[in-house]
């Protein structure tokens, strides 16, 4: 949920639920973390190697307090799985606020299912990364920013040089800065020497229609909260997923093609 557009924490706010079988997304640990499995559509075919005989990896780290931005997530994970040979790893950043403050802030418990990264280092193993966050003020969350703060090290010998990425995110309201808090974030991406991926308009005629509220803009998938108790639309949904697809085949084309 975002703040800097009328939106404020909510006694309305249910914990996130379980992500529809349509939104299953999966957490493939490179350590030993939990796991959950995407279901691709080419699950059986070989992987497509990127290196030493893996599948490419995508990379969807993120922040998410009162779960509109996790649901994104999922639905991007989902997309990149479906592309063959793409391997959609989800993770969320460390947590900054004490559980007293969360408890007062009425967010729900967090998905154990989801690790949390276990250090930004771990960036290194991506072929491409998408973050997502909610907005504070027109950019990212201080728990987000927090998290690139600890890259300093990867910044020092431009580790993730080369590397695309690419934003989703959740704002309260239509003002509340769906574009400026992707373009705000694009600055951590240059100093890393990282390649912005933008959706642009390749969602297609859905990206023009005006019958409903929809979040989302050419600089990536986006959600509108309002006061935390509205949920992502279908159409939200489907955008996120269509990002984690574009995302996956443009990673997998560059990861194929040095």
């Known amino acids: 949920m975002g703040k800097g557009g009328g939106c404020v924490p909510s006694k309305k706010?249910?914990?996130?639920?379980?992500?529809?079988?349509?939104?299953?997304?999966?957490?493939?640990?490179?350590?030993?973390?939990?796991?959950?499995?995407?279901?691709?559509?080419?699950?059986?075919?070989?992987?497509?190697?990127?290196?030493?005989?893996?599948?490419?990896?995508?990379?969807?780290?993120?922040?998410?307090?009162?779960?509109?931005?996790e649901s994104l997530a999922r639905r991007a994970a989902a997309g990149a799985g479906a592309v063959e040979g793409v391997e959609a790893v989800l993770r969320r950043v460390p947590e900054t606020l004490p559980p007293e403050v969360l408890e007062k802030m009425q967010a729900p418990a967090k998905d154990p299912a989801v690790p949390v990264i276990a250090s930004a280092a771990d960036l290194q193993e991506a072929d491409g990364v998408l973050f997502g966050f909610p907005t504070r003020?027109?950019?990212?969350?201080?728990?987000?920013?927090?998290?690139?703060?600890?890259?300093?090290?990867?910044?020092?010998?431009?580790?993730?040089?080369?590397?695309?990425?690419?934003?989703?995110?959740?704002?309260?309201?239509?003002?509340?800065?769906?574009?400026?808090?992707?373009?705000?974030?694009?600055?951590?991406?240059?100093?890393?020497?990282?390649?912005?991926?933008?959706?642009?308009?390749?969602?297609?005629?859905?990206?023009?229609?005006?019958?409903?509220?929809?979040?989302?803009?050419p600089y990536g998938a986006g959600v509108f909260a309002g006061d935390g108790s509205r949920q992502p639309s279908e159409t939200e949904l489907a955008l996120a997923e269509h990002q984690g697809k574009y995302m996956a085949s443009i990673v997998k084309k560059l990861a194929h093609h040095p």
């Not at 499995?37 to 990379?59: M, S």
Request: proline share 6%.
């Open 13 to 69: 706010r249910q914990p996130p639920a379980a992500a529809a079988s349509s939104s299953s997304a999966a957490a493939a640990a490179p350590r030993e973390a939990p796991e959950e499995v995407v279901p691709a559509a080419a699950a059986a075919a070989p992987a497509l190697e990127a290196g030493a005989g893996r599948k490419v990896r995508l990379y969807i780290v993120f922040y998410s307090m009162y779960g509109h931005v």
């Open 137 to 217: 003020y027109g950019s990212m969350a201080a728990q987000m920013k927090a998290f690139f703060d600890s890259t300093g090290s990867l910044w020092q010998e431009q580790k993730l040089a080369g590397k695309p990425a690419g934003f989703f995110v959740s704002t309260g309201t239509q003002g509340g800065g769906q574009e400026t808090t992707a373009w705000t974030a694009i600055t951590q991406l240059v100093h890393h020497g990282m390649l912005f991926v933008p959706i642009g308009y390749t969602f297609g005629a859905s990206m023009f229609k005006m019958d409903d509220i929809r979040g989302g803009s």
